[in-house]
T-cell receptor, first 113, second 117 residues
Framework: DAKTTQPNSMESNEEEPVHLPCNHSTISGTDYIHWYRQLPSQGPEYVIHGLTSNVNNRMASLAIAEDRKSSTLILHRATLRDAAVYYCILRDPFNFGNEKLTFGTGTRLTIIP | DAGVTQSPTHLIKTRGQQVTLRCSPKSGHDTVSWYQQALGQGPQFIFQYYEEEERQRGNFPDRFSGHQFPNYSSELNVNALLLGDSALYLC????????????????FGSGTQLSVL
């Protein structure tokens, strides 16, 4: 499985934008970039995914580098409820074994009131 | 619309015992996956069930087994419990489409916290 690298932890002030980086230098041409987050005492939840173009949804935006070796999850206005562990995951829909999500240790985001 | 439900929420067992965890998928979903999450780590894939068959398995011993029922609900069984089996066990459901896997969203339950003493 292609591997991702994320900072262990980040802090941000409430109501400020947050940029969560992810490096994936060995990404293949068919790997999609997925983000999940895990709030305290809950299971992970889907945030967003993309292939090449930047993506937006009601939760966040995903900015993908032109060479696709890195990406950034953007929370436009962080709230205390965004405090969670954020996971960046690569998934190739065309390879056997892609049914599973391969989680790393993620980035623990702390929001400062 | 009920999401993924898991039972029980907490469980305490002793070494050598057997345990069964249960999962009901989100309405409309037909695929169930199980993950183990040790403290401070990301979830690790155990296996996935679709059409009552194990479709994919992670690097876990045969002590871990599962089952999927016709109503798509699932059980995870762990035999001969070890102290190292203490973890949060997460169930995730999804919908398998004709286009294959890899892009569908997974919906997770809140997990079962298993403690082995």
């Amino acid at each position: 499985d292609a591997k991702t690298t994320q900072p262990n932890s980040m802090e941000s002030n409430e109501e400020e934008p947050v940029h969560l980086p992810c490096n994936h230098s060995t990404i293949s041409g068919t790997d999609y970039i997925h983000w999940y987050r895990q709030l305290p005492s809950q299971g992970p939840e889907y945030v967003i995914h993309g292939l090449t173009s930047n993506v937006n949804n009601r939760m966040a935006s995903l900015a993908i580098a032109e060479d696709r070796k890195s990406s950034t999850l953007i929370l436009h206005r962080a709230t205390l409820r965004d405090a969670a562990v954020y996971y960046c995951i690569l998934r190739d829909p065309f390879n056997f074994g892609n049914e599973k999500l391969t989680f790393g240790t993620g980035t623990r985001l702390t929001i400062i009131p | 619309d009920a999401g993924v439900t898991q039972s029980p929420t907490h469980l305490i067992k002793t070494r050598g015992q057997q345990v069964t965890l249960r999962c009901s998928p989100k309405s409309g979903h037909d695929t169930v996956s199980w993950y183990q999450q040790a403290l401070g780590q990301g979830p690790q894939f155990i296996f996935q069930y679709y059409e009552e068959e194990e479709r994919q398995r992670g690097n876990f011993p045969d002590r871990f087994s599962g089952h999927q029922f016709p109503n798509y609900s699932s059980e995870l069984n762990v035999n001969a419990l070890l102290l190292g089996d203490s973890a949060l066990y997460l169930c995730a459901s999804s919908l398998t489409t004709s286009g294959g896997q890899g892009l569908e969203k997974l919906f997770f339950g809140s997990g079962t916290q298993l403690s082995v003493l």
